[in-house]
């Protein structure tokens, strides 16, 4: 289980790096507060990375002519 976790994080490293230059744009530049930015950029990576999660399952196949 962590081992999958850490998987789906190094798969997301460019989230990560997107995340740590906004959030240091918006808090020395925008003054916005440190936790409402911290918070967002938590939210933003763990959503990325439950999306990619969801679809490292394989569908299944589908037969032809069946819906």
């Known amino acids: 289980m962590i081992r ?19 959030g240091l744009f918006l808090v020395l530049v925008g003054h916005v507060p440190l936790i409402a930015v911290m918070a967002g950029c ?14 490292s399952h394989p569908r299944p196949v589908r037969l032809r002519g069946g819906r």
């Open 4 to 22: 999958k976790i850490y998987e789906l994080a190094m798969q997301q490293r460019l989230a990560w790096s997107c995340a740590a230059v906004v």
């Open 42 to 55: 938590a939210l933003a990576i763990s959503i990325s990375m439950l999306r990619s999660a969801s679809k």
